[in-house]
C-alpha cells in the first residue's frame, strides 16, 4: 500500500445520494485505476487514466465517473448511489501501465 | 476471450508443507503475469511480477513459473506458514487492449 491511500476507508451512505472516493498516490506514476470487487465476480475494472485529464471507461463504467485534474488525485463519484453500488471499490496505480500496485480499498454500503 | 482461471478455489494444508498454487491464461500472448497476495479486508500486496520473456521468478520462499506455450503459471510456496494464509491472486497484462486480467483466486489456509 506504499504511496497508495484511499478515502473514506469507510463510507454509509443512502440510495439517490452523490458519493465520492478519492486516491492519492505519491509514486508520480502516470497510470491510475478504479476496481471494485465483489463476491463471485472477483475484481472488475470501473474506469481508468492514462495521464492528467486523460481517462477512459473499463468494463463496469455504467453509474460512475471519474475525474483526474492531478498526477496523484483520482477520483471516482457515483452521481446517485444505488444498492448494486455495495462493494469494496480499489485504486490501483502503476508506471508504464504494465504493472499494478493496489491502494487498501474503500468499504462502501448504499442503504 | 483473454479469461485467466485459478483452480482450487481453496486450499487448506499443514504447516511446513511445500505447496503449488495454479492459474492458467486462455491468450498465450501475455506481456507479463503478476502474483498477489490479500488478506481478509485488506488491498492486494504485489508478491511477484514475471515477463512473458522469463521462465521464474523468486522471492523468499515464494518462487513463480511462467509458461506460455501452456498458458500456465505457477506460485510455488516452501516450508509453508500460517501467517501464508490468504487469497492468492493471479492476473495478465495484455498489450492487446491494455487490461490486467484477473484469476478469482485461491483462499489458502495452513494449519498450525
Known amino acids: 500500500d506504499a504511496g497508495i491511500t484511499q478515502s473514506p476507508r469507510h463510507k454509509v451512505t443512502e440510495t439517490g445520494t452523490p458519493v465520492t472516493l478519492r486516491c492519492h498516490q505519491t509514486?508520480?506514476?502516470?497510470?491510475m485505476y478504479w476496481y471494485r470487487q465483489d463476491p463471485g465476480h472477483g475484481l472488475r475494472l470501473i474506469h481508468y487514466?492514462?495521464?492528467?485529464?486523460?481517462?477512459d471507461k473499463g468494463e463496469v463504467s455504467d453509474g460512475y465517473s471519474v475525474s483526474r485534474s492531478k498526477t496523484e488525485d483520482f477520483l471516482l463519484t457515483l452521481e446517485s448511489a444505488t444498492s448494486s453500488q455495495t462493494s469494496v471499490y480499489f485504486c490501483?496505480?502503476?508506471?508504464?501501465?504494465?504493472?499494478?500496485?493496489f491502494g487498501p480499498g474503500t468499504r462502501l454500503t448504499v442503504t | 476471450k483473454q479469461e485467466v482461471t485459478q483452480i482450487p478455489a481453496a486450499l487448506s494444508v499443514p504447516e511446513g508443507e511445500n505447496l503449488v498454487l495454479n492459474c492458467s491464461f486462455t491468450d498465450s500472448a501475455i506481456y507479463n503475469l503478476q502474483w498477489f497476495r490479500q488478506d481478509p479486508g485488506k488491498g492486494l500486496t504485489s508478491l511477484l511480477l514475471i515477463q512473458s520473456s522469463q521462465r521464474e521468478q523468486t522471492s523468499g520462499r515464494l518462487n513463480a513459473s511462467l509458461d506460455k506455450s501452456s498458458g500456465r503459471s505457477t506460485l510455488y510456496i516452501a516450508a509453508s506458514q500460517p501467517g501464508d494464509s490468504a487469497t492468492y491472486l493471479c492476473?495478465?497484462?495484455?498489450?492487446?487492449?491494455?487490461?490486467?486480467?484477473f484469476g478469482q483466486g485461491t483462499e489458502l489456509s495452513v494449519k498450525p
Open positions: 490501483a496505480i502503476s508506471p508504464q501501465g504494465r504493472e499494478q500496485y
Open positions: 492476473a495478465a497484462f495484455y498489450n492487446q487492449g491494455g487490461k490486467l486480467i
Open positions: 509514486e508520480n506514476h502516470r497510470y
Open positions: 487514466s492514462y495521464g492528467v485529464k486523460d481517462t
